[in-house]
């Protein structure tokens, strides 16, 4: 049986039995082979960014593909961590290893691009992490930083009656990050920079 999870701007997710399928929109102000083959760039990306990402933390593993149409991956059987990571009894060790994947991806070069608590699902006490579609690969500790602030914020409008104890739960998965230190002094100037902007 076939239905549609999702549909955003982007692309439409589709569930399949136990496959998951990330389908692009087109989009009609582009030439539509311009278009298709943005598409197409846009989903290799993704596809070798995920294989790399599950080689470090848990991801589901797509399918590989030589035309590259659609993103493929297994379907995770488990919660959406945006709609009960508030009711767990094990928040923080939860939050503790978010923390850790997010080390993990770092150290790898990997900056996920969205982290939200809607990307990531409880499944068997293990955190999996999806959708890489914004990601990309950097060794900069300013991209490293501004992946942080995206999740802090995140937490902060989503969970915010837990917001410090899960945030600092976070940082402590962190800080297994051979680059931790320095990445989470980066995150101080982000921040500046952001309540800096917030008075303009």
Not at 41 to 69: G, Q, W, Y
Request: hydrophobic letters at 35%; one cysteine or more.
């Amino acid at each position: 049986m076939t239905k549609i999870l999702a549909q955003g701007a982007e692309a439409k997710i589709i569930q399949n039995k136990n496959l998951i399928i990330k389908d692009r929109i087109p989009k009609s102000y582009r030439l539509k082979e311009l278009d298709e083959k943005i598409r197409k760039l846009r989903t290799r990306c993704e596809t070798k960014l995920l294989l790399k990402a599950s080689k470090v933390i848990n991801a589901p593993v797509p399918k590989e593909s030589k035309s590259f149409d659609k993103l493929i991956i297994p379907h995770i059987e488990g919660k959406k961590l945006s709609e009960n990571l508030d009711k767990l009894k094990n928040k923080t060790q939860v939050a503790k290893q978010i923390g850790e994947s997010i080390a993990k991806l770092h150290d790898a070069e990997i900056i996920h691009g969205d982290l939200t608590t809607s990307n990531m699902i409880l499944s068997k006490n293990k955190v999996f992490f999806i959708d890489f579609g914004l990601g990309y690969i950097s060794k900069k500790h300013e991209d490293k930083a501004v992946d942080l602030h995206l999740l802090k914020q995140a937490l902060e409008a989503k969970h915010y009656k837990f917001y410090k104890e899960l945030w600092s739960s976070v940082e402590q998965g962190y800080k297994k990050s051979k680059y931790a230190k320095i990445t989470l002094e980066r995150l101080k100037t982000v921040e500046r920079r952001g309540r800096y902007k917030d008075k303009y």
